[in-house]
């Protein structure tokens, strides 16, 4: 499985942006699905992730109501909507996959396939 995101880019506070995971090698489906990030000098987060039965999402608290994951069945991707961007939304954003537990979910260890990671940053 091979994952590829796209869509970073420096925007200022109050921004939108859309990113895309497109996702090669496998139905995605068959995963639950992630997003997560790492910020210059911190440790890599949970940001939300995607059931693949019942397609019901999971956000980080800092993040509820700003961000937006879905996918799209057909084009085997998933998306990370970002409104009302704030600085500390800076980092590298990564998708991923897992077959954890639900518990897991907001373990960045519990995901198995990366993909390279896109760079937002949100300029005050």
């Known amino acids: 499985v091979q994952l590829q995101a796209s869509g970073g880019g420096v925007v200022q506070a109050g921004s939108s942006l859309r990113l895309s995971c497109a996702v090669s090698g496998r139905p995605i489906s068959h995963y639950d699905m992630g997003w997560l990030r790492q910020a210059p000098g911190k440790e890599r987060e949970f940001v939300a992730a995607l059931r693949r039965s019942g397609g019901r999402t999971y956000y980080k608290d800092s993040v509820k109501g700003r961000f937006t994951m879905s996918r799209d069945n057909a084009k085997n991707t998933v998306y990370l909507q970002m409104n009302s961007l704030k600085p500390e939304d800076t980092a590298v954003y990564y998708c991923?996959?897992?077959?954890?537990?639900?518990?897991?979910?907001?373990?960045?260890?519990?995901?198995?396939?990366w993909g390279q990671g896109t760079l937002v940053t949100v300029s005050s």
């Open positions: 991923a996959t897992t077959t954890t537990v639900l518990s897991g979910i907001g373990d960045p260890h519990n995901y198995n396939y």
